[in-house]
T-cell receptor, first 111, second 116 residues
């Protein structure tokens, strides 16, 4: 059973059409939930870290929220340059354990 | 500040051959990670170093994969012999510390390995 599940697998939006990406997790003792952006042929680029339920963080058109079971990445009025794969990862248990990644959501924004 | 450097960017080898990847982390970062990312999947941890000591290598296929981080700075990951299923992108990441506010992992561009 996957510990981190992202949905949808792929999302196509028109420029300006807001939407949300979902990341649900089943790990116990969450010690951080991370969002990364990955462009084709590049390594993941760090976006946000969330540590506790109710926490929210924003960066430009992106806003990440966290509940006890899932996180959402809200994209407001997206632009074509927001097209990428968005990866969610969690750290569980004792401090120092590695990140467990989901499979990602591939976002395509057309003008 | 320079990011995580990796080389080579691409490598094509025949099965049963050996290959090595190099990583130089962000200056001052004590923790270094190697991940394997198969097409369509998220990265999966292979090995994690704190300075030059191994913290976690539980998912490293030790019969064919090895890694070292001499002097606690740059690191090499080796595969010998390679199998077809090793075709993937190998990502190196580093973080300032093992845990706490400075434990954000920053990734390099990766090495795309194709095994024929």
């Amino acid at each position: 059973e996957d510990q981190v599940t992202q949905s949808p697998e792929a999302l196509r939006l028109q420029e300006g059409e807001s939407s949300s990406l979902n990341c649900s997790y089943t790990v116990s003792g969450l010690r951080g939930l991370f969002w990364y952006r990955q462009d084709p042929g590049k390594g993941p680029e760090f976006l946000f870290t969330l540590y506790s339920a109710g926490e929210e963080k924003e960066k430009e058109r992106l806003k990440a929220t966290l509940t006890k079971k899932e996180s959402f990445l809200h994209i407001t009025a997206p632009k074509p340059e927001d097209s990428a794969t968005y990866l969610c990862a969690v750290r569980e248990g004792q401090a120092g354990t590695a990140l467990i990644f989901g499979k990602g959501t591939t976002l395509s924004v057309s003008s | 500040e320079a990011g995580v450097a990796q080389s080579p960017r691409y490598k094509i080898i025949e099965k049963r051959q050996s290959v090595a990847f190099w990583c130089n982390p962000i200056s001052g970062h004590a923790t270094l990670y190697w991940y394997q990312q198969i097409l369509g999947q998220g990265p999966k941890l292979l090995i994690q170093f704190q300075n030059n000591g191994v913290v976690d290598d539980s998912q490293l296929p030790k019969d064919r994969f090895s890694a070292e981080r001499l002097k606690g700075v740059d690191s090499t990951l080796k595969i010998q012999p390679a199998k077809l299923e090793d075709s993937a992108v190998y990502l190196c990441a580093s973080s300032q510390t093992l845990a706490g506010p400075s434990d954000t992992q920053y990734f390099g561009p990766g090495t795309r390995l194709t095994v024929l």
